[in-house]
């Protein structure tokens, strides 16, 4: 019996996903609660699970396709060996009563022919186009060639025809600066989420940047003297993150503007704190959102951030980790980045931006000593921040950084 695969709810305020990659092919076998395709919203990738298991007989939205939650998108036929028999060709009366049916052969080849298992669809289509079976890869359980397999030849047919149409010949002798070309690629939807968001906080928010650098010595010091025994104990590695996590809340708490938003004419202040951490997934850049950052330690925040990070590079992150936030932190530092002006993220009035450590030459007590220094940015809406409380903000993270024992005393 076919079951729907639907677009499941996948957040407030989310009505519409696009298609992503199918994870499964029609004809293929399909367990209960395994993934089967991948639909993408303007927050994030997501899988969604098989209702029950069997095979996947049909697919109703192909990739790039927009469908709203509760949708339709595939059809499972529940339990493989009915879905298998539901795909079978149906045997002659006589066939059925002299013998039992065969079993499939491997490779969809049968013994008494060797020729394929073709599928009726797949065999209209084949004589539509003057194919024959044995050019076409087929997909199907035990090898059977289904019409998708089928549509899929002739689509990419056509597209090598195209481009040899559209790739001219070269003149003899003619040198590799000929003729240029250009492909229009449709942006992902999170990319313009992305670009819609980036938009949105040029045109709404007053944006300036200021500037700081900060001596890495006394965190490094301290991670080189516990690393092993903090990860023996609590089964993650001590990185940087966590420390800036901790700084940020202390210097939120004394600056609230920056921990507040804007609506309509007034401010609202929070007094908790949902920290933001920018990580890099495949198709751009995520902000999951640690909620009450303030009340966890040092090792909680870095399991926490070390499973969005890995989550984030399978797109298993679900849409509620990626709304809400107070303030964000940024980490350019990862990539390279030696300074850079992050983008507040609506209706957030603040971003830390962290960058590249680098040995630099610097004076203490008189002399010229190297230390290991990091660049930080502050981005802030200059609507309800001044520039003096940016300024003191982000001499106060400084401060937290360079005697780290601060933020454990609280002074």
Not at 311 to 331: C, D, H, V, Y
Not at 335 to 341: C, H, L, Q, Y
């Amino acid at each position: 019996m076919p079951v729907d695969l639907k677009v499941p709810a996948v957040g407030e305020s989310i009505t519409e996903v696009f298609i992503g990659t199918w994870l499964k092919k029609p004809g293929e076998a399909v367990a209960k609660d395994e993934p089967v395709v991948e639909v993408e919203t303007d927050k994030a990738t997501l899988e969604v699970p098989a209702p029950v298991a069997g095979v996947l007989r049909e697919v109703l939205k192909d990739e790039g396709d927009s469908a709203q939650v509760g949708d339709v998108i595939a059809r499972i036929e529940e339990g493989a060996a009915g879905a298998v028999r539901a795909q079978a060709p149906a045997a002659t009366p006589a066939a059925s009563e002299s013998a039992p049916a065969a079993a499939p052969e491997p490779r969809g080849e049968s013994a008494a022919s060797g020729e394929a298992i073709v599928m009726p669809a797949a065999q209209r289509l084949l004589e539509e186009h003057g194919l024959t079976a044995e050019a076409v890869p087929a997909s199907g359980p035990g090898g059977r060639l289904l019409k998708e397999d089928v549509q899929r030849f002739i689509a990419e047919r056509e597209r090598r025809a195209a481009e040899r149409e559209r790739v001219p010949e070269a003149a003899p002798g003619a040198g590799a600066g000929g003729e240029r070309f250009e492909e229009a690629v449709p942006m992902s939807p999170l990319r313009r989420r992305i670009a819609e968001r980036l938009v949105e906080a040029q045109h709404t928010a007053a944006l300036l940047t200021t500037f700081n650098e900060v001596d890495m010595s006394a965190v490094m010091e301290l991670r080189k003297a516990y690393r092993d025994d903090f990860e023996k104990r609590y089964g993650v590695r001590l990185g940087f993150m966590s420390f800036f996590v901790k700084a940020a809340i202390d210097a939120l708490k004394l600056f609230p503007q920056l921990n507040a938003e804007i609506r309509g004419t007034d401010i609202i202040y929070k007094d908790y704190y949902d920290i933001g951490v920018a990580v890099s997934a495949k198709k751009g850049l995520v902000v999951p959102v640690v909620k009450g950052a303030e009340r966890l330690s040092f090792a909680e925040l870095e399991k926490t951030i070390g499973d969005f990070g890995r989550r984030a590079s399978e797109n298993k992150l679900a849409p509620e980790e990626l709304q809400g936030g107070t303030f964000t932190i940024s980490n350019g530092g990862v990539f390279g980045s030696m300074m850079s002006t992050p983008i507040v993220n609506p209706p957030q009035s603040g971003v830390l931006g962290m960058h590249a450590i680098q040995e630099r030459p610097v004076a203490r007590n008189g002399q010229v000593v190297i230390r290991p220094m990091m660049y930080l940015a502050l981005t802030y809406d200059h609507r309800i921040v001044d520039g003096r409380e940016a300024v003191t903000f982000l001499k106060r993270i400084k401060e937290a950084i360079e005697t780290p024992a601060r933020m454990l005393l609280e002074v």
